[in-house]
Every structure is written in structure tokens, then in C-alpha cells.
């Protein structure tokens, strides 16, 4: 079955360095997400993405954060001067369609860790 | 009031026991609904989507009352790979795919 793979699966970083990361979304899914959750708490939906644009976002997705999709088959989430409350498990979701009844595919999440 | 609100649990129930979970949604326009679970620091995985008439997946039954914006999900003959927490998920929009996650629901079945 295919799936949704996310790479690190571990980052480790110092607060203020920038940390890029990379998702591969399924190949024929046209929408994609990063979702974010804090261990311990719910998971919190951060960005969604169509048509190589951002389609919404959060409050928690300020100027700190940005995704690109910049090949065929990536989709990066880049924090660019990453805070300790950043630390967090990081998902990235495709899905096929918009709309009624089309659910959510999750990659095996990114955790990481800022000191 | 929260957009996605579940009943908080832990629920500890014996193997072959009935447990249902509650979740009620804040937007009247909800219009996708499902249930995922989530083992212990892995991803959600889907569990079922939740149709308006009600359907069912094995041991799993799930309701939806769009009047009283509820959704429900009942395991039947529980086992004890079922332990997980259990995510209710809704979509904000009509036609927007962006979905709100409840805070879950922990199970845990016992021996």
C-alpha cells in the first residue's frame, strides 16, 4: 500500500538554527498537510497546501514557518529560527481529494527536539 | 467551545467488553467525519470514516447526528490490541479539506 514517508525521524537542534523537514506525499494525492503535536497534548493542524500554494494555515504557522514543494514528489516544512516550543512530533498527510469523505494519510511523523 | 471535544477517558475496560466514545463539534458546517486511533508516539491511522446513515466496519460502529453535531464510535468484543487513544476528526469547511482533531480518547483493554 503506499504510503506517506517522512524524513528525519529524529532532529535533534539548537534554538535559533534553521531546520528544514521533507515529506514524500502518495504520488497521486493532491493535497498535503503538516499537522504538529506537542507530547502529550492533540494533534494541531499547521498548514495545508494545493496547487503548489498554501490553501490555509493556522495561528501557530507565522513567519517563522514555511513549506515548498519544490520537485514533483517533496513537500518540505522549513522553521527558520526554531524556539524550544517548537519541539514537538511534526506530520506530514496527503490526501487524494478535497472534500467530503477523503481522509487524511499520515507519514510516521518527525520528531524533533530543540534545545 | 472547542471545535472538536471528546470525552476525556482513560477508558479501562476488560477484553470482550462494549466501550463507546462521544465527540461533539463546534461548526455546523462540518461536513467530513472520522475516526482515526493513535498508538503511542506513532501517527494517526485511520480507523473509519463516519457516514450520515450510521456504518459499520467489523467490531466498529460509527453514528453521526448532524441535529445534535455528535458523533459516536462503539467497539464491540474489545480486544487488546484495540489499547490506542482514538481520535475524532472533523472537517472545518464544506469542501475544505483541513481537518481539526479532537484531543482523543486513551483505551486501554485488559486481560
Known amino acids: 500500500e503506499p504510503e506517506v514517508t517522512q524524513t528525519p525521524s529524529h532532529q535533534v537542534t539548537q534554538m535559533g538554527q534553521e531546520v528544514i523537514l521533507r515529506c514524500v506525499p502518495i504520488s497521486n494525492h493532491l493535497y498535503f498537510y503538516w499537522y504538529r503535536q506537542i507530547l502529550g497534548q492533540k494533534v494541531e493542524f499547521l498548514v495545508s497546501?494545493?496547487?503548489?500554494?498554501?490553501?490555509?494555515k493556522s495561528e501557530i504557522f507565522d513567519d517563522q514557518f514555511s513549506v515548498e514543494r519544490p520537485d514533483g514528489s517533496n513537500f518540505t516544512l522549513k522553521i527558520r529560527s526554531t524556539k524550544l516550543e517548537d519541539s514537538a512530533m511534526y506530520f506530514c498527510?496527503?490526501?487524494?481529494?478535497?472534500?467530503?469523505?477523503?481522509?487524511?494519510?499520515f507519514g510516521n511523523g518527525t520528531r524533533l527536539t530543540v534545545t | 467551545r472547542k471545535e472538536v471535544e471528546q470525552d476525556p477517558g482513560p477508558f479501562n475496560v476488560p477484553e470482550g467488553a462494549t466501550v463507546a466514545f462521544n465527540c461533539t463539534y463546534s461548526n455546523s458546517a462540518s461536513q467530513s467525519f472520522f475516526w482515526y486511533r493513535q498508538d503511542c508516539r506513532k501517527e494517526p491511522k485511520l480507523l473509519m470514516s463516519?457516514?450520515?446513515s450510521g456504518n459499520e466496519d467489523g467490531r466498529f460502529t460509527a453514528q453521526l447526528n448532524r441535529a445534535s453535531q455528535y458523533i459516536s464510535l462503539l467497539i464491540r468484543d474489545s480486544k487488546l490490541s484495540d489499547s490506542a487513544t482514538y481520535l475524532c476528526?472533523?472537517?472545518?469547511?464544506?469542501?475544505?479539506?483541513?481537518?481539526?482533531f479532537g484531543a482523543g480518547t486513551r483505551l486501554t483493554v485488559k486481560p
Open positions: 476528526v472533523v472537517t472545518l469547511h464544506y469542501n475544505n479539506n483541513d481537518m481539526r
Open positions: 498527510a496527503s490526501s487524494e481529494l478535497e472534500g467530503e469523505n477523503s481522509p487524511l494519510h
Open positions: 463516519v457516514y450520515s
Open positions: 497546501f494545493y496547487n503548489n500554494e498554501i490553501s490555509e
